[in-house]
């Protein structure tokens, strides 16, 4: 059994910096593809980031690009996004993900495992 644990979320003014994190568990790590996705209420979930657990390749949305940071720690089975320069658009659920590292990262419904969420707040 898959199981993906967010952790690290809060609030924080707009400018500042928060890393959150997704401990996996109960698969054999190093072939997936991990990611990162948000919902603002109201909004549809989108893609944020994407990591390739075993080649460490990378994506990221136009938004978060310069800002966002992904990496993993195949050790710790963990995989983390450091979030820089911070802005009140980016408050969301934050949702990791754990899919095959096929096809486009940001197509949702590639990945077959999710996390509960982790709530980032960023006021103005």
């Keep these: ?13 707009a400018g500042g910096s928060l890393r959150i994190s997704c ?29 390739n657990t075993a080649y460490g390749g990378t994506a990221y ?23 820089n320069s ?3 658009e980016d408050s969301a659920m934050y949702y990791c ?3 095959p590292a096929e096809g486009t990262w940001s197509d949702q419904w590639r990945y077959n495992y999710w996390g509960q969420g982790t709530q980032v707040t960023v006021s103005s």
């Design 97 to 99: 993900a754990a899919g």
């Design 23 to 51: 401990a996996a568990s109960g698969y054999y790590y190093s072939t997936r593809r991990m990611g990162w996705f948000r919902q603002a209420p109201g909004k549809e979930r989108e893609g944020v980031a994407a990591i």
């Design 61 to 83: 949305a136009d938004p978060v690009k310069g800002r966002f940071t992904i990496s993993r720690d195949n050790s710790r089975n963990t995989v983390y996004l450091q979030m």
């Design 1 to 13: 059994q898959v199981q993906l644990v967010e952790s690290g979320g809060g609030s924080v003014q």
């Design 86 to 88: 911070l802005k009140p």
